[in-house]
Every structure is written in structure tokens, then in C-alpha cells.
């Protein structure tokens, strides 16, 4: 009697394939929660260098004219001259102090003001709400700065000069 030789078949059956296919999936959703996770991080990040720069140059302007720029409650840039704009000296066009006021990185607007010139506020909207430099409520909710505007809802984000409170004027309020 001859024995018949049993073949193997070559190959993955659809059970492995189907275990394969999963895990490979929560790799990739854990990967782009990461993902976008770390472009809002460094949004925000962006953000506030931006208004750190700013605040450099709105000190050089104060000493060049002992005042800072007055726009009460602007959007638009400062001193008449808009975000994305170079920040010069409106009497001497020559005088720079910024070669371009910065823009929110996501589209969002910063937000200026200063009423007198002997202060200034500048304001953003961070995106990662678990930022540490966030104020937040006693229910762990972000609080916002009162009648601001950075394009899609109150700026939540405030520096000032240091003989001013970003919340003074613009009190902080639960969202």
C-alpha cells in the first residue's frame, strides 16, 4: 500500500489575515491621534511665539515714541498696518520694527489693544485646551477673555505689558 503525501498549503488563512488587518489599524489610529495631537501642540506653540515677538517689537516702539500704538480692540493688525504686514513706523516708513506681523497659523486671528498707549494686550486662541497657560473655571472648564475676537470665538490666551493685566478690561470669563 502507498502512502499518499499530504501537500501543505502555502499562505495565511482569512482569520490571520482578518488579526493582521486589526491590528494594523488601532497602530494607525493610535498613530494619528498622536499625529494630530502634536500639529495642535505646535500650533499653539507657534502662537504664542508669535506674540512674544510681537510684544518685542511694541517695546522698541514704546521707546522710540514713549507710547505703545493705540488700536483699541483690533483684529486686524496694529496701528493701521494688518497681520502678515511689515510693523513700521507710520511717521517714518523707514523705521522697522517687525518685517512681518505675524499670522495665526490655522487661519484665527490675534487680537490687539490698547486704548491710551501707555499699555498693551495681545491676545490668541490656543486649540489644545489642556494647554498649562490656559485659566481655567471650578468646573475645569478654559475661561476666555470678554469681548475679543481671534476670527472664531474669544481669545482664550493673553500677555500684556508689565505694568498691565491681560485681564484687566477684558475680564476672563467660563466659555
Known sequence: MQFKAKT????????????????????????LGNFFSSQTKSRDSQ??????????????????HGEYPTDPGS????????????F?????????????????????????????????????RLENENDGSLTKDSDNAVMVYFTTDCGSG???????STNIDPSTGHSLISE
Open 88 to 124: 513700521v513706523d507710520p511717521d517714518n516708513t523707514t523705521t522697522l520694527y517687525m518685517n512681518l506681523l505675524p499670522t495665526d497659523p490655522s487661519g484665527y486671528s490675534y487680537y490687539y489693544d490698547s486704548d491710551d498707549g501707555s499699555y498693551f494686550q495681545l491676545y490668541a
Open 75 to 86: 483684529s486686524t493688525g496694529i496701528a493701521g498696518q494688518e497681520w502678515g504686514d511689515p
Open 154 to 160: 474669544t481669545c482664550n490666551y493673553g500677555i500684556a
Open 47 to 64: 502662537r504664542k511665539t508669535d506674540l512674544q515677538h510681537i510684544a518685542q517689537a511694541l517695546e522698541i516702539y514704546y521707546n522710540d
Open 8 to 31: 501543505t498549503n502555502k499562505g495565511f488563512t482569512l482569520i490571520e489575515l482578518l488579526i493582521v488587518i486589526v491590528i494594523l489599524a488601532i497602530l494607525m489610529a493610535v498613530g
